[in-house]
Structure formats: structure tokens, C-alpha cells
């Protein structure tokens, strides 16, 4: 399950960036969009059986990556270099937050 949920999360960032930096196209962004609601969907019910709250807070992470996307891409659309290039950062760290916290609770 870490395997699909790393695969998943790196087609995720690589369609994203591609949408975002290379190619300006209306097909790749309603992509990005809708791989990043397939991407919250697929952590939330991959974390289900966890107990607790945690399951909650993995998703939410999941959401915080795809608003964290989309706000770059809007700061992209400016040409604001300085927030772009920490949002990229903080988009990584998210995504590594949400892999290794399901590899230690799963």
C-alpha cells in the first residue's frame, strides 16, 4: 500500500508541476484538479482503518498538498519567484509528511 500511495503522490506532483511550469494547458490543469480531489479521496480511504483521529489528520495533510499546488500555481500565473519557490518546498515536505506518517501508521 506505501508503494501505490508513493506512485500516486509522485504522478501527482509530476502532472502538477508539468501543468503548472511547462505547459500552459487548460486539459492539464482540469488534470491537476482532478488528480488532486482523486489524490485526497485516495489517502482518506487508504487511512480508514486506522483508529483514532489520525486518519483525519493524514487526509488533511493530503488536502494541504493540493491547496498548497493550486496557490503555486496561481503565484506562478504572477511571476512571483520568491513564493513559488517556497511553496515548491513546502510541497515536498507535505508530500513526504504524508507518506511517512502512513508508513509508520500502516
Known sequence: MIFLITLFTLMYLIVSYT???HLQLNILNILR???????CFFIFTSVMHIPGNMKFWITLLAICLLMNIEIAAYKHKFNDSKA????DIFSLVIALMVIVIIAIYI
Do not use: A
Open 33 to 39: 484538479i482532478i488528480l488532486g480531489l482523486g489524490y
Open 84 to 87: 513559488k519557490r517556497i511553496l
Open 19 to 21: 501543468s503548472i511550469y
